[in-house]
């Protein structure tokens, strides 16, 4: 818009009064969440604009929305449309913003008898409030603190909604029927990916299925839209939120049957997962999308004692230096039955007993996963195998030290397993003598893999030279 139209514009602004525009249905509308809790929103409109100054006004928008993300424009010959002026309107009715609105102003309280009836009507001054009502009135000349009965007030005061809105100001070239986008970010959408696995009888593969848990507490409902999902950290300035916009009711609804289920693709440095067909995302409702089947998908059972880590992981575990853990590994690749890039989330893993029926066996979390990248499951404790590790000898010297370590591994399971012991080393290490072989993983680890007979028990002895 040319410098002689602004000025116009805001001629006519200060010398008419605005004209409220008739608000068309949403013809299309798109909703991209995030994973940091937050969604954009794209809200397609046909307008019936006049020429010169009009106000625009949205009111079912979302409650938490960001002002400061909001944009408008018009989809054709976007030119011919300016914005002047926008505001978001959030001043809405509750108990304690009602009751502030009539501060030092005349109010009703009634009292009721047993019956329901009236017995008691009067006018009185609301001089304080709290959250539950009138804390103190004056009547008669004398003040009354916590007056017992209903609250009644005269009328809805000025300025108040039922609903937050958004109000544009805007300056039309023409008149007519014009294609408007109207988007913003707000806050109260969120997504993460639920996944469950179940293990076969030899533990050598399993059934992966992922879905999309979708909650939305935004205080507004987005009705046939084109759902998209962001998988990826992306970066947003943090800000303290209110304890009003956080405390707030979700209630959980089945999971939808969909035709079509999610197209993931690279998308900057994220990926992106679009479903197929519109789906209705209402307000303070948790959906559930599927995301993902995959079957016969090749899995790995390990083994792991590490009493360094178990120390740090199972805490609440009565003796967690004896404690070897239970991992399933899988390779995210097309060739192992995957191939995928996998959004950050909760994995619980199932198997079938001698009777057929699914049991819980345990329950870890993923990062992002790209494709062609490991997946390792902590799954929990094996419950026959024990790990002992004995600090046998120490030569401390000015700037080092040598060790002797031995570590017992108990297997009383009725078939032979495969153990792994992970030793954490310091320094300019070396390993001098050992009864098994080892590798060295990086600068601080070194592993061993034995197999351990049934009802038996292996004895690894080391003896490492650690400088520093």
């Not at 909703?31 to 006004?57: A, F, H, I, S, W």
């Not at 709290?130 to 005061?157: E, K, N, Q, W």
């Not at 209402?282 to 079957?295: F, G, I, P, W, Y």
């Not at 003796?319 to 060739?335: C, D, G, H, I, W």
Request: glycine share 6%; aromatic share 6%; proline share 5%.
């Amino acid at each position: 818009m040319s410098y002689r139209q602004c000025v116009l514009a805001l001629a006519a602004i200060l010398c008419m009064a605005p004209t409220c525009l008739a608000q068309r249905q949403s013809e299309a509308i798109e909703l991209t969440v995030y994973n940091q809790g937050m969604g954009l929103v794209k809200d397609l409109r046909t307008l019936d604009l006049r020429e010169g100054v009009q106000e625009l006004r949205f009111e079912d928008v979302a409650a938490l929305i960001d002002p400061t993300s909001v944009h408008f424009r018009a989809v054709a010959n976007p030119d011919q449309v300016s914005v002047l002026e926008q505001n978001f309107q959030f001043d809405l009715v509750s108990r304690q913003v009602l009751l502030e609105k009539y501060l030092g102003r005349p109010i009703i309280v009634e009292r009721r008898g047993r019956s329901g009836d009236v017995v008691a009507s009067d006018q009185v001054t609301l001089l304080a409030a709290d959250g539950s009502g009138p804390s103190v009135v004056r009547r008669d000349g004398t003040l009354v603190l916590g007056p017992p009965g209903t609250t009644r007030l005269p009328a809805l005061p000025e300025g108040l909604l039922t609903k937050p809105a958004l109000v544009w100001q805007l300056w039309s070239e023409v008149a007519g029927a014009r294609p408007c986008e109207i988007s913003y970010i707000t806050d109260g959408l969120t997504w993460e990916a639920d996944y469950v696995a179940v293990l076969n009888h030899d533990d050598t593969a399993l059934d992966l299925e992922g879905w999309v848990t979708l909650t939305n507490t935004s205080g507004a409902t987005y009705p046939d839209a084109r759902l998209k999902l962001v998988a990826g950290d992306v970066a947003t300035v943090e800000e303290e939120v209110p304890m009003d916009k956080a405390m707030m009711v979700s209630r959980m609804v089945e999971a939808a049957p969909m035709e079509e289920g999610f197209q993931e693709e690279a998308f900057f440095e994220y990926h992106l997962y679009t479903l197929g067909q519109p789906t209705t995302v209402a307000d303070r409702e948790t959906k559930q999308v599927s995301l993902l089947s995959s079957s016969g998908v090749k899995a790995r059972k390990l083994f792991i004692y590490d009493p360094n880590q178990a120390r740090r992981w199972l805490w609440s575990h009565p003796s967690p230096e004896s404690a070897v853990m239970v991992k399933v590994e899988l390779t995210n690749s097309e060739e192992d039955g995957l191939g995928m890039a996998l959004p950050k989330g909760t994995v619980r893993l199932m198997k079938a007993d001698q009777e057929g029926a699914l049991q819980f066996i345990g329950e870890d979390s993923i990062d992002h996963t790209p494709k062609d990248e490991d997946i390792r499951l902590h799954v929990g404790v094996a419950f026959d195998l024990v790990g002992e590790y004995i600090h046998v000898d120490q030569q401390v010297r000015e700037r080092g030290s040598r060790d002797t370590h031995r570590v017992l591994l108990r297997n009383h399971k009725a078939e032979p397993v495969t153990i792994t012991y992970v030793a954490h080393l310091s320094g300019e290490w070396e390993i001098l003598r050992s009864t098994h072989d080892y590798e060295k993983i990086d600068a601080t680890t070194a592993e061993f893999t034995v197999t351990v007979p049934a009802d038996d028990e292996v004895q690894i002895e080391y003896t490492s030279d650690m400088r520093w």
